[in-house]
């Protein structure tokens, strides 16, 4: 199948934004709030995360799920406002190089783009893991689940999931909405039944270490140290990454500039409601202490919802293992949206190479950046894996680096961006200035916070290390780095978008006061 470049027009070259040939009109603000659902994948990330968040801050689960909550939300509304005044595939690439220039906007899709495929290559694996778990569970057959820790055959069905994928991906978004819909409504019926039978189950008798509710657990300040939620809130802003995907498809979402930053909004208020109501009921049934079953286990952490299912829903425990792959598997999907979209934008300003900027003519979807994305990620994940086993909680703790590090980047752009207008009104004091620098401030705190701890190999419970630095540590550099090199690469080979010709800074000037 043949694919046609898109050509910048000629308003491009003054500096503007334009068009790329994708599908405009096609996603509505139901199928992009599916899709952002879909690429936080709560049902995967939350069994992953609950475990060691309880491990850090005991009963404060819910609380630290509010208080990670929180600047994901502030550097949301910064998220808004950029998408109201410059709709672009881009995102943070282009809006980064509307406000810092070329070399901070490259740097920030660059994050971007590593942290899709650190996730890209995470969702795979996950999906292997719990395919062969649910084999195992629907057959009585323990030892099935075991196939998923030969290597072979682990990175061979690995790729197969990846092919599906990305095969689906490189179709028209009609087809990925379809798709989202009934596996984002299994995946989220699956989670309130099981969230709603432990709560009821609690009080009965029938639970593990029945624990009454408590308004308590929703208070940051009863955390015991700043270390224990620093701890929870870098898990905390893992759970929630994936809502920035609703931006991605502004070029191809109904009525631009305002139905992205409504969809982002809303994904996030449903998944941390979710999220809270999951929290309740694991701790109401199982507690947090360090018993078989409790969740500060560490035995049981890697995946909570598998070892519980049993206990809180007996013979229908399959729906959760079911839930969770198709978690995994619909965001293996949704997830190639972003990095595909952002390599587009990159290929279409001369960021990159311009083959990044073919739209399937057909489709009308960024086809060669997916085969590219989904490439990386292919290879990414084969070499982790053999490196080492627990390649998996490594890429997540890496991961949240890479979050915290374009978020950031993102969050500031929209600060400096519309640096004349903070004071036009209150509206913009607060959506344009101080929530996205209190976000901003937060995420760039926790990146340093982060990047310091993982350089001692014990930072990560696989204590993988090369030369004793910490491989999340070595991973986090290698990425920044290696951007940095290839970024220095394009500039010389692509001068003119370094040089603000295809893609210049802007900054709007006040309303209320006139032109300063």
Same mark, same amino acid.
């Given at each position: 199948?043949?694919?046609?470049?898109?050509?910048?027009?000629?308003?491009?070259? =003054?500096?503007?934004?334009?068009?790329?040939?994708?599908?405009?009109?096609?996603?509505?603000?139901?199928?992009?709030?599916?899709?952002?659902?879909?690429?936080?994948?709560?049902?995967?990330?939350?069994?992953?995360?609950?475990?060691?968040?309880?491990? %850090?801050?005991?009963?404060?689960?819910?609380?630290?799920?509010?208080?990670?909550?929180?600047?994901?939300?502030?550097?949301?509304?910064?998220?808004?406002?950029?998408?109201?005044?410059?709709?672009?595939?881009?995102?943070?690439?282009?809006?980064?190089?509307?406000?810092?220039?070329?070399?901070?906007?490259?740097?920030?899709?660059?994050?971007?783009?590593?942290?899709?495929?650190?996730?890209?290559?995470?969702? %795979?694996?996950?999906?292997?893991?719990?395919?062969?778990?649910?084999?195992?569970?629907?057959?009585? *057959?323990?030892?099935?689940?075991?196939?998923?820790?030969?290597?072979?055959?682990?990175?061979?069905?690995?790729?197969?999931?990846?092919?599906?994928?990305?095969?689906?991906?490189?179709?028209?978004?009609?087809?990925?909405?379809?798709?989202?819909?009934?596996?984002?409504?299994?995946?989220? %019926?699956?989670?309130?039944?099981?969230?709603?039978?432990?709560?009821?189950?609690?009080?009965?008798?029938?639970?593990?270490?029945?624990?009454?509710?408590?308004?308590?657990?929703?208070?940051?300040?009863?955390?015991?140290?700043?270390?224990?939620?620093?701890?929870?809130?870098?898990?905390?802003?893992?759970?929630?990454?994936?809502?920035?995907?609703?931006?991605?498809?502004?070029?191809?979402?109904?009525?631009?500039?305002?139905?992205?930053?409504?969809?982002?909004?809303?994904?996030?208020?449903?998944?941390?409601?979710?999220?809270?109501?999951?929290?309740?009921?694991?701790?109401?049934?199982?507690?947090?202490?360090?018993?078989?079953?409790?969740?500060?286990?560490? =035995?049981?952490?890697?995946?909570?919802?598998?070892?519980?299912?049993?206990?809180?829903?007996?013979?229908?425990?399959?729906?959760?293992?079911?839930?969770?792959?198709?978690?995994?598997?619909?965001?293996?999907?949704?997830?190639?949206?972003?990095?595909?979209?952002?390599?587009?934008?990159?290929?279409?300003?001369?960021?990159?190479?311009?083959?990044?900027?073919?739209?399937?003519?057909?489709?009308?979807?960024?086809?060669?950046?997916?085969?590219?994305?989904?490439?990386?990620?292919?290879?990414?994940?084969?070499?982790?894996?053999?490196?080492?086993?627990?390649?998996?909680? =490594?890429?997540?703790?890496?991961?949240?680096?890479?979050?915290?590090?374009?978020?950031?980047?993102?969050?500031?752009?929209?600060?400096?961006?519309?640096?004349?207008?903070?004071?036009?009104?209150?509206?913009?004091?607060?959506?344009?200035?101080?929530?996205?620098?209190?976000?901003?401030?937060?995420?760039?705190?926790?990146?340093?916070?982060?990047?310091?701890?993982?350089?001692?190999? =014990?930072?990560?419970?696989?204590?993988?290390?090369?030369?004793?630095?910490?491989?999340?540590?070595?991973?986090?550099?290698?990425?920044?780095?290696?951007?940095?090199?290839?970024?220095?690469? *394009?500039?010389?080979?692509?001068?003119?978008?370094?040089?603000?010709?295809?893609?210049?800074?802007?900054?709007? %000037?006040?309303?209320?006061?006139?032109?300063?």
């Amino acid at each position: 199948m043949s694919d046609k470049t898109s050509v910048a027009p000629a308003e491009t070259l =003054d500096g503007g934004l334009s068009k790329k040939g994708l599908s405009a009109g096609t996603i509505g603000l139901i199928g992009a709030v599916v899709i952002g659902i879909s690429c936080i994948a709560p049902a995967y990330t939350f069994t992953a995360a609950v475990g060691p968040t309880a491990s %850090a801050v005991g009963t404060q689960i819910p609380a630290v799920i509010l208080v990670g909550f929180i600047p994901m939300l502030l550097v949301a509304f910064g998220y808004r406002e950029l998408n109201n005044r410059m709709p672009d595939s881009g995102t943070s690439f282009t809006w980064a190089t509307r406000a810092f220039g070329p070399w901070v906007g490259w740097m920030a899709g660059w994050g971007l783009i590593a942290a899709t495929i650190l996730v890209l290559s995470n969702l %795979a694996g996950i999906a292997v893991e719990f395919l062969f778990l649910l084999i195992a569970q629907i057959t009585g *057959q323990a030892e099935i689940a075991d196939l998923a820790s030969n290597t072979f055959i682990n990175i061979a069905v690995c790729l197969l999931f990846m092919l599906a994928a990305t095969t689906i991906s490189y179709r028209d978004m009609q087809t990925t909405q379809k798709l989202q819909y009934f596996l984002v409504t299994f995946q989220i %019926a699956g989670l309130l039944l099981f969230a709603i039978a432990a709560i009821v189950r609690a009080p009965s008798g029938d639970a593990f270490d029945p624990t009454p509710f408590d308004l308590n657990w929703f208070n940051p300040f009863a955390v015991e140290s700043i270390g224990a939620l620093v701890a929870g809130l870098s898990l905390s802003i893992f759970i929630f990454w994936g809502w920035d995907v609703t931006l991605t498809m502004n070029e191809e979402t109904k009525d631009p500039e305002k139905t992205p930053g409504r969809a982002a909004t809303l994904t996030v208020v449903i998944i941390v409601s979710l999220y809270l109501l999951l929290a309740v009921g694991l701790m109401m049934f199982s507690g947090v202490g360090t018993g078989e079953l409790g969740l500060g286990n560490e =035995d049981i952490q890697a995946n909570v919802f598998f070892y519980l299912s049993g206990e809180v829903l007996g013979p229908l425990a399959f729906l959760v293992s079911l839930a969770v792959l198709t978690s995994s598997a619909s965001s293996l999907q949704s997830t190639f949206v972003g990095p595909a979209r952002t390599l587009l934008a990159m290929g279409h300003y001369g960021a990159l190479p311009q083959s990044f900027a073919k739209v399937s003519p057909r489709f009308f979807t960024p086809g060669y950046a997916t085969i590219v994305a989904a490439v990386v990620a292919s290879v990414f994940y084969a070499v982790m894996r053999v490196l080492s086993e627990d390649v998996l909680w =490594d890429t997540i703790l890496t991961l949240g680096m890479m979050i915290c590090f374009y978020y950031g980047i993102t969050a500031f752009a929209c600060v400096w961006y519309f640096r004349k207008q903070w004071f036009d009104s209150v509206r913009n004091t607060f959506y344009t200035f101080l929530f996205p620098l209190i976000g901003g401030i937060i995420l760039t705190g926790l990146f340093v916070i982060t990047l310091r701890d993982s350089f001692a190999p =014990d930072y990560s419970d696989s204590g993988a290390n090369i030369g004793g630095v910490g491989l999340v540590f070595i991973l986090g550099m290698t990425i920044i780095v290696l951007g940095i090199v290839v970024m220095i690469w *394009q500039a010389v080979k692509r001068p003119a978008f370094f040089r603000g010709e295809t893609l210049s800074m802007d900054a709007p %000037a006040s309303i209320g006061r006139g032109k300063r």
